[in-house]
């Protein structure tokens, strides 16, 4: 080699470890900016008051910041939306892989994953002209911005993650696992049940946390469409306020600096830690999978 | 003496054609297998034997844009008729392959899928099954203090066996098996031989096999085939010791395959 060659070749190669470092260490920074500014909050309150408090009046005086009815309304939207999507999102999973042509299947798979591409802010629009009134007038609620809005909107946005990232858990499955069962003179039914259900669970179980992660971090879909009230929900028909979306809908007028300003923050290390922990729990079993 | 009148027959293979997409994988095959012996297929690679043996219990359907074409009695009766149901020839047709293939579950629950699935309920029959079956297939004094214990961590061998008893458990009448000892070692091999002789006295056997020699210790009669179509059929003694058919020879005395 040349010596232009070898300088290139130098030039090149650190690029590259800059690049990739680069994307390591934004997110290192993210997460410090995060923690200074969140951890400031807790000099003024206590965690305890903080994680427990049940009322969220961050402009009145004094000021309560108590986000349970916060975390309350994330855990009630995302519970809902899992009903949901869970069972119709491993339904459709076990259809596109074992049950549907191979030229359908293809369809069926972009399909889904198109779905993912659809904006959020479209997917909240459309559920407030089309979702909203009628959940309003099934039952007979004085609004239809409630948890229950939320959550069937969410669910069509993790069902795109739980059905690919199952599907793929399903197709995984070695074929004489299959072959074994039908051999032994099981219907298809008992062999997707009992054999592949239980070979692929690992990977359906990461698809449905990863799914999960979705539903949790999601904003702009939920403030549109949940009502926005910071009030401790009782039931699905009520409105409830997430996590997500006191974030944007308050960092806009928070002063900076302020006990509030730092307050969001705050909420935005519980999310953290929430996305954080279903993440890491994924990712357990996706590398069971591998091995 | 035609040798259909000193055996019963057991299943009988009549004019079959069988296509993947458009290539015919077996031609016009005409082929008797009796009652409680072993009937070896041997052939070079690609001849068709594993589509053959697949076809007996119906496991080709699994594959799209294949075709069949004439019949495959199981004791008189069509396996592909209409109103034959195929979860009952499987259960009758039991099926060892070629990779040992226990499924990621305990070896108790190996056993007791087949009989689940059959609707057995009764826990103490499932157990006398499941110990029979194990009894069978000579795995009973390996496993029988760690029965809960996962299938995979048993050796390919082990394996291999557990998949027969697994077959048995069912209580087939005849039993496939798909070149059993492909990827065992010598001694496991020997076992599963051993076994195979074992079995034919009360089961019927069609085996596929690769090695000559294996097909000479277990079988009673071979079918040799080669690029589709049944060249000979005998039984074994005749087979190996004097072929009629100049191909047979020369495959047998390793001219090719």
């Not at chain 1, 946390?209 to 699905?236: C, D, S, Y």
């Not at chain 2, 458009?22 to 297998?33: E, G, P, V």
């Not at chain 2, 697949?54 to 109103?83: C, F, H, Q, S, V």
């Not at chain 2, 039993?175 to 195979?196: G, R």
Request: hydrophobic share 50%; net charge positive.
């Amino acid at each position: 080699m040349n010596k232009i060659g070898k300088v290139k070749e130098f030039f090149i190669e650190k690029l590259i470890v800059i690049c990739g470092s680069l994307s390591i260490i934004f997110v290192i920074l993210i997460f410090i900016f995060l923690a200074r500014e969140g951890l400031t909050f807790f000099k003024y309150e206590s965690i305890k008051d903080f994680i427990f408090g049940r009322n969220w009046y961050p402009l009145s005086n004094p000021a309560r910041f108590g986000v349970l009815p916060l975390i309350l309304g994330s855990v009630m939207v995302t519970l809902g939306a899992m009903a949901i999507s869970i069972p119709l999102g491993v339904a459709c999973a076990f259809y596109i892989a074992e049950i549907v042509n191979p030229k359908m299947k293809d369809i069926l798979k972009t399909g889904i994953e198109l779905l993912a591409a659809i904006p959020s802010v479209v997917i909240g629009f459309v559920g407030m002209v089309t979702l909203v009134p009628m959940v309003k007038k099934i039952f007979h609620l004085p609004t239809g911005l409630t948890a229950l809005s939320g959550s069937i909107m969410l669910a069509f946005m993790a069902m795109p993650t739980i059905v690919s990232i199952a599907e793929d858990a399903i197709t995984a499955v070695p074929k004489r696992y299959k072959e074994a069962a039908l051999a032994l003179g099981a219907t298809h039914w008992q062999a997707i049940y009992k054999v592949i259900l239980v070979a692929a669970a690992p990977g359906i179980f990461a698809a449905i946390m990863l799914g999960i992660g979705r539903v949790i971090g999601e904003t702009m879909a939920v403030m549109m469409i949940t009502g926005n009230a910071a009030v401790i929900p009782h039931t699905l028909l009520e409105p409830v306020r997430t996590l997500t979306a006191t974030i944007a809908a308050e960092m806009g007028e928070a002063i900076r600096g302020s006990n509030h300003y730092y307050a969001l923050y705050a909420v935005g290390i519980i999310l953290f830690i929430i996305t954080f922990v279903i993440n890491f729990i994924a990712d357990i079993f996706l590398h069971r999978i591998k091995k | 003496m035609n040798i259909n009148d000193c055996f019963n027959c057991r299943i009988r293979v009549e004019n079959v054609n069988f296509y993947y997409a458009k290539s015919q994988a077996l031609k016009n095959i005409n082929l008797d297998m009796f009652n409680n012996n072993a009937t070896a297929i041997i052939g070079p690679s690609g001849c068709g034997k594993s589509t053959f043996i697949r076809l007996l219990n119906r496991m080709n359907e699994l594959i799209p844009n294949t075709n069949l074409e004439g019949k495959i009695l199981l004791d008189g009766k069509d396996i592909n008729a209409i109103d034959t149901d195929v979860v009952e020839i499987r259960q009758l047709v039991g099926m060892v392959f070629q990779k040992p293939n226990p499924f990621p579950k305990s070896i108790y629950n190996n056993l007791s899928y087949g009989l689940e699935v059959k609707g057995i309920k009764d826990k103490h029959l499932i157990e006398k099954r499941i110990i029979e079956s194990l009894k069978k297939s000579v795995l009973w004094d390996e496993v029988k203090d760690r029965l809960h214990d996962n299938a995979l961590r048993l050796s390919g061998g082990q394996q291999q066996r557990l998949c027969i008893a697994r077959c048995l458990a069912v209580e087939p009448e005849v039993i496939l098996f798909d070149e059993p000892c492909a990827s065992l070692d010598p001694i496991s091999t020997a076992k599963i031989e051993e076994l195979i002789v074992e079995l034919k006295k009360n089961y019927t056997i069609v085996i596929v096999t690769h090695n000559m020699q294996q097909a000479a210790r277990v079988s009673d009669f071979t079918a040799f085939f080669l690029l589709g179509e049944l060249i000979e059929f005998g039984t074994t003694e005749k087979i190996f010791t004097s072929p009629k058919n100049k191909k047979t020879e020369e495959y047998l005395t390793g001219r090719f395959g």
